[in-house]
Every structure is written in C-alpha cells, then in structure tokens.
C-alpha cells in the first residue's frame, strides 16, 4: 500500500481544486505569476480539501517550475476550451483544478454508479457512450494533455471479508475500475503517452459522508485530471516569447 500511495498520488491527486469563480485563461495568469508550487505542498492541499486530514501530507515532492504570467496564460485558454468540451459530456461533473506547477488543470468526476453496476468493473452501455465522447471531443482534440485516472470506493464491508480484507478488495475494485476507465479511452481516441497514471485508491479520500446513502454514491467515483504536459508547456512559452 505504500508503494500505491506514492505512485497514484504523486501525478493525479497532486492535483488540488480550486473553486474560484474566475476562467482558467485569468487564473492561469494570476498563478504564473506568483511561481510555482511544491508538489508535497500541492498534494497536501488536494488532501486535506478530500477530508483524509493530511494523511499524506507529508510526502516530498519536488519544486514545481515556476509558471510565467504570459505562459500561465497561454495554458488557462487551453484548459478553459476543455473544461467547455468536457462540460457537454453527459454524466461529467467537471471542476477547476490546479497542477503541482502551478499551471491550470481540469478535473472531470464520473460517479461509479452511472460507470459500473454495484461491485463490478464492466462498463455500462451509458458510460460506454459519455466515455466516448469524452475521448473524441476532449482527450483526441488535446493531444498535448497529460491525463491521471483515480479510481475510488465507499467504504462498504464485503459479505464473508474482514475489514482489512474489505479494504483491500475496495482499493481492488476502484484500481480495476479506473483501469476499466483508461482502456476504454485508449480504445476510443486517447493515446498511451497522454494517460500517465491509472491508479485505484479505494477507500482513501471520501469527498461525502459515508454513513449516509447518498454521501457513499458520491465516493464512489472515477476521477479524470487534465493537465499540462511538458510539450503544452514548451509551446506555451515558445508563444509568450
């Protein structure tokens, strides 16, 4: 489990939200001027939002590179056309986000129960046609964003498994659902160098309550990060010049 940690946090939950009523283009600017983040910091932040209570808080991570206003810029349009793209994906419920550069990213949230039937992995034929859409019109069309799929679970016991055997088999169950998430994109318009982390982390980071219904609905869930890759950034800056 500690490998997990590292390996599915340190890219896609680095990601934190930032609820802000201003466009990705105008934050984009605001944040590239004021530098770069600390990927620890960044990811302590997304953590303690999640409700984990800084559980990770304190994993290192290295300095972000500072984001220039112009290039900063640059990048929020981007980011702002495919949060817009994203938003006409049926069953998407799409946030701002910010990378552990500092630059704007988009986080695009598809509920379990809308992706899978209860314990399974198998995609609906609902989610098979927004998952389609989602790779043709948003994933296909930027192919310089770099994508992190988290998969995650309420925190429901399994009949006939202890706890910890429970809590395995959930971190199971989300880890082949994100995955379930990625080979459909890959088949469907995303390519292999765009998706850089598929990641299942179970139980970790409910974002509702679980003691009720509808809070364990909302943690069971399938995350998407759109973020700059280092192409996106090399051109963003070759533009501001």
């Known amino acids: 489990m500690k490998g997990l940690k590292f390996y599915a946090l340190g890219l896609a939950a680095a990601l934190m939200l930032n609820s802000c009523g201003m466009t990705n283009t105008a934050k984009g ?37 500072a984001a220039g206003t112009a290039v900063g810029l640059v990048i929020g349009k981007k980011m702002d056309n495919a949060k817009k793209a994203a938003e006409a994906i049926a069953n998407a419920k799409v946030e701002d986000a910010t990378d552990a550069n500092g630059y704007q990213a988009v986080k695009v949230t598809f509920e379990s129960g809308i992706l899978f039937q209860s314990s399974k992995a198998v995609l609906n034929a609902a989610a098979q046609s927004s998952l389609t859409q989602f790779a043709t019109n948003v994933l296909a069309a930027n192919p310089d964003m770099n994508v992190g799929i988290v998969g995650y679970t309420d925190n429901d016991p399994w009949k006939g498994k202890t706890a910890e055997q429970s809590v395995a088999a959930n971190q199971q169950l989300s880890q082949q659902r994100a995955q379930a998430v990625s080979s459909f994109l890959l088949s469907h318009g995303a390519t292999a160098n765009q998706i850089k982390e598929v990641a299942g982390l179970g139980e970790s980071n409910p974002v509702a309550d679980n003691s009720t219904a509808a809070g364990k609905q909302q943690n069971r869930r399938v995350e998407v990060y759109l973020y700059a890759s280092q192409e996106m950034i090399d051109a963003a800056k070759t533009q501001a010049q």
């Open 29 to 65: 600017g605001i944040i590239g001027g004021s530098g770069g983040a600390a990927l620890g910091a960044a990811l302590g932040a997304l953590i303690a939002k999640s409700g984990n209570k800084g559980k990770w808080a304190g994993i290192a991570g290295g300095i972000g590179a």
